[in-house]
């Protein structure tokens, strides 16, 4: 069932795990994610970034999408569909369209803008029984052509925007989205227990799931991160496993060009992938 993320994440908050966000591009993705959600028992948020949006054909596309997919494959646990990076204008669009939650990021706005804009979305949220996430500080590397540089959040900003009512705050704290690279300096859990003693309840949010160590992972929800997004590693996962379909030349064998034989292994590369982070995160029989 479509649900907004509050009551999931509170309760992984209380319960010390994390839900995962695993963004969706497709009608392949999608199907994945909430299969392996579902066969795990585990609440799952579907992230859907302004590009991907577009790609898909607009935002009520995806809602559509999702929402009859939920009720074909008898989906029971807890789906939240989430706008990822949301511009302001894609946060209304996004409403509109009938998801049940929204990322506005203001990180980019001097911190008072930020604040304008989060409340006047808090009070549409509230209204609409919609979840609202901000974000304070940055998270490097690309998305959808914002380009971050990875800047730690400034743990009082975080306050102020988590006293406007939001129900979870993505922090920077030395993450990026993307594949991490070799120099990384790793996660501040310094900064990370300092927003989260000034947010207490908030459930925290940790962008650019991708290839942080599991160590780090485990630390981070210990510290109050509650949602972890994942998309590129679906993404590398899903090509690998397409590559080597090609180069074994099983499209060239039968049918095996049909589009259903050829996105296969990548969706099934998709659910493996999906089935682990649950288990990192802890979220496994908790819907």
């Not at 054909?57 to 809602?63: N, P, Q, Y």
């Not at 490097?140 to 914002?146: A, H, I, L, Q, R």
Request: some cysteine; proline content about 3%; overall charge negative.
């Amino acid at each position: 069932m479509l649900v907004s993320a509050k009551e999931m994440l509170d309760k992984a908050k209380a319960g010390h795990y994390a839900v995962g966000q695993f963004n969706i591009n497709n009608l392949e993705w999608t199907k994945s994610i909430l299969l392996t959600a579902q066969e795990m028992n585990s609440p799952v948020i579907l992230g859907v970034s302004e590009g991907a949006g577009k790609y898909m054909t607009g935002f009520k596309t995806v809602a559509a999408m999702v929402k009859a997919m939920i009720e074909e494959l008898n989906i029971t646990v807890p789906v939240a569909l989430h706008l990822d990076h949301g511009t302001y204008e894609g946060c209304y669009k996004c409403i509109e369209a009938g998801f049940s939650s929204i990322m506005f990021d203001g990180s980019h706005y001097p911190i008072e803008e930020n604040v304008a804009k989060t409340k006047e979305l808090v009070a549409v949220c509230k209204e609409k029984g919609m979840s609202l996430e901000a974000e304070v500080g940055s998270i490097g590397g690309e998305e959808d052509g914002v380009v971050g540089m990875g800047e730690c959040a400034d743990p009082n900003e975080c306050k102020m925007i988590a006293d406007l009512g939001v129900d979870m705050l993505a922090a920077g704290i030395g993450n990026i989205h993307g594949v991490y690279p070799a120099n990384w300096q790793g996660l501040s859990f310094e900064t990370l227990a300092a927003v989260q003693e000034l947010t207490g309840t908030m459930p925290l949010v940790l962008h650019g799931g991708t290839g942080i160590p599991d160590d780090m992972i485990k630390k981070a929800i210990d510290l109050g991160v509650s949602k972890i997004n994942v998309n590129t590693e679906c993404q590398l996962a899903f090509a690998a496993a397409t590559r080597k379909y090609i180069e074994e030349g099983k499209d060239q064998q039968g049918k095996g060009f049909d589009p259903r034989k050829l996105l296969a292994p990548g969706a099934e590369a998709i659910k493996a992938t999906v089935r682990e982070k649950i288990e990192l995160f802890g979220s496994a029989n908790k819907a």
